[in-house]
C-alpha cells in the first residue's frame, strides 16, 4: 500500500490514518523464506507535530515456525509498535553518530507502508525460535521429544 503524503509534507493536511494488509500471495512474493500463516497487518496514521512528521503504526504477523531445539512446527503471532520519522531528504548524512535508523527517507512524498512494515517485522523477530521459553528438546541419542516425557538417556545428559 503506497501512502500519499504530498499534502502532509506541504502542511495542507495533518493527519493520515491507514490500515494495509499484505496478502498471503504478496508475501510469498517477497518474503518467500518465511511461511506466513495469516495476512500481515499494518496499521497506524502518519501525524505532523510541530513540523516533524511522524509515523507510527502496529505490525501484527502470524508466522509458521520451527522450534529450533526440538523441530516442531507452530503458529505464533507477533506484534510491534512501530515509530519512524518521515523526511523527504536527509541533509547532514555525513554526521557520526546520528541515529538514522528510526528515519525513513520519502523523496517523492510517498511511502510504500507495506514494504516498511515487513522490513521493521523482520527485524523485530526473535533469530532464536523456540516453541516455548524452557523447550527441553530433542534426546540427542534417540531423538524423543523431551518435552513429552524422558527416555532412557535423559538421567545421564
Ligand atoms: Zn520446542
Ligand atoms: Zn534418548
Do not use: W
Not at 512528521?53 to 507452530?74: H, N, P, W
Amino acid at each position: 500500500m503506497i501512502l500519499q503524503l504530498k499534502q502532509i509534507f506541504e502542511g495542507q493536511k495533518q493527519l493520515l490514518d491507514f490500515d494495509a494488509e499484505i496478502s498471503l500471495e504478496t508475501l510469498a512474493e517477497l518474503e518467500p523464506y518465511d511461511s506466513f500463516a495469516a495476512p500481515v497487518a499494518a496499521k497506524g496514521s502518519v501525524k505532523v507535530r510541530a513540523g516533524v512528521v511522524t509515523l507510527d503504526m502496529t505490525v501484527t504477523a502470524s508466522l509458521e515456525q520451527i522450534c529450533d531445539r526440538c523441530t516442531k512446527a507452530f503458529v505464533r503471532e507477533y506484534r510491534f509498535e512501530v515509530s519512524h520519522t518521515l523526511v523527504t531528504a536527509l541533509d547532514n548524512e555525513d554526521d557520526e553518530g546520528y541515529e538514522y535508523d528510526d528515519y525513513v527517507v520519502c523523496p517523492d512524498k510517498t511511502l510504500d507502508v507495506s514494504e516498511l512494515a515487513l522490513t521493521d517485522m523482520k527485524l523485530g523477530l526473535p533469530t532464536k525460535i523456540l516453541c516455548k521459553e524452557d523447550c527441553k528438546g530433542l534426546c540427542p541419542v534417540c531423538g524423543k521429544d523431551l518435552n513429552e516425557g524422558a527416555c532412557e538417556h535423559s538421567e545421564s545428559l
